[in-house]
């Protein structure tokens, strides 16, 4: 069957055609491609097409895709049990590897998405303060949560609206939005509600806008503020965490959170992920202490042995090898960018980057929506056309694996060129 009989079908009985609304290549129109199989840094489609792959699993394959390491870990895993529902040792070990790497997560809880680790990491900041508010930043994604599915209001530092029908506004009456990067914003917000405020909920890295690198003050300013004010600093660590550097961005910043949250590359590709943090606020979570959270499949073996191989396959030298092939891309890019005088900017912190047309810098939400999405759906396509699959969207981040080898790039800048040429001549 083609990739369009089984979205089709597909379409009739999941919704929107997908388990994810971002896959249904709303934000480039046309129709997914149905992907049979994946391996390194590819894509096979159900027709036998293949794609050098920038979606990477939306983060989690830094190693690429079916790595012997991985799957050799999971098989062996699978065979001693696939649940086990009670302690067993590969969560102690993993959790000592996260530890290892992010001194910062003193103790570690393993949940099983993004979504529910900082859901969690929420609830255990307002039971540690007794407040309620918590701050995020516009265009910041932190799963769907009721809580985090805001949507600014006017003005600078506001309180924010519900995001999506079912939602109450009661769920969001405690969320704060302010612009990423503006401190003047922030500032306001500690000035006029400090004493309501448990937390500041940030991606040290945007990536949910397309990449936008936190300006040079950024962070230390959020650290100075939540810890004169007694508010609690959350770094969501869910897409930076093992990929910005081996010890996040956390390491690559040297700014040090209260609380973290993990998910994507400590799953190696199965649902993991964990909130972790200062050594007295997590213990505060049940049973050590009265925050409850609990989860069935919570440190389940698979998922942790794909973590502990993937995150022992990460050493030094493989973050090196990420900057050398990210950075020969975004080079690329840049320079294909100037060849046909196209209007943009390609930002880039360690292996993920983005491109955006029709601004020279993006550094907050409101400049991310200003870039030219037409412009990107027409290059995403003509990507796809040379048989390059970027994130269908233009607030996404392109991820490089280990497996993107300078062999890989080359051959995705060759399709650079002939993309950029279509992108440039189309009208839309
Ligand atoms: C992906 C992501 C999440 C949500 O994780 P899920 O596993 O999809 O629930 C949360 N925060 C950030 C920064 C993310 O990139």
């Not at 914003?185 to 397309?210: C, Q, T, W, Y």
Request: net charge neutral.
């Amino acid at each position: 069957m083609t990739s369009k009989g089984w979205f089709t079908r597909a379409c009739s009985i999941l919704p929107g055609g997908v388990s994810s609304p971002v896959r249904a290549f709303k934000g480039v129109g046309g129709e997914p491609r149905i992907i049979a199989r994946a391996e390194g840094a590819m894509l096979f489609d159900v027709e036998g097409r293949a794609y050098i792959d920038y979606v990477g699993s939306w983060g989690a394959m830094i190693l690429g895709h079916a790595h012997p390491a991985v799957t050799e870990a999971i098989a062996r895993a699978a065979g001693e049990g696939t649940s086990i529902g009670l302690c067993s040792p590969r969560e102690v070990e993993l959790a000592e590897e996260i530890r290892a790497r992010v001194p910062a997560a003193q103790r570690v809880r393993f949940v099983n998405s993004g979504t529910e680790a900082v859901m969690s990491a929420i609830r255990l900041a307002r039971a540690a303060t007794g407040r309620a508010a918590i701050l995020k930043f516009s265009g910041g994604y932190h799963g769907h949560a009721d809580a985090m599915l805001v949507r600014a209001g006017s003005g600078a530092a506001t309180l924010g609206l519900p995001d999506s029908p079912g939602v109450t506004p009661g769920s969001v009456r405690d969320t704060l939005t302010a612009a990423y990067n503006d401190e003047g914003a922030i500032a306001d917000v500690f000035k006029s509600h400090d004493d309501r405020l448990a937390a500041v909920m940030v991606e040290p890295v945007a990536g949910n806008m397309g990449v936008v690198p936190p300006q040079p003050e950024f962070l230390t300013t959020l650290r100075r503020l939540c810890s004169a004010h007694g508010v609690l600093l959350i770094f969501d660590e869910v897409m930076t965490g093992f990929r910005v550097a081996q010890g996040g961005a956390t390491a690559r910043y040297g700014v040090e959170p209260d609380l973290i949250t993990f998910g994507k590359i400590i799953g190696g590709g199965l649902p993991v992920a964990a909130y972790a943090g200062r050594a007295e606020l997590m213990n505060l979570v049940a049973p050590g202490g009265p925050v409850y959270q609990a989860g069935t499949l919570s440190g389940n073996p698979l998922g942790m042995a794909a973590g502990l191989a993937t995150l022992r396959e990460l050493k030094t030298g493989k973050y090196e090898e990420l900057e050398a092939a990210s950075s020969r891309l975004a080079d690329g890019l840049q320079q294909a960018l100037a060849r046909f005088r196209v209007r943009g900017c390609v930002q880039r912190v360690g292996s993920m980057l983005t491109v955006f047309f029709g601004l020279e810098r993006v550094r907050n939400f409101t400049e991310a929506a200003a870039t030219d999405h037409a412009r990107f759906a027409r290059f995403f396509h003509a990507m796809l056309d040379r048989g390059v699959h970027l994130p269908p969207s233009g607030y996404e981040a392109w991820f490089v694996s280990t497996a993107h080898d300078r062999a890989v790039i080359d051959r995705t800048l060759a399709a650079v060129d002939d993309a950029m040429a279509e992108a440039v001549r189309g009208t839309g």
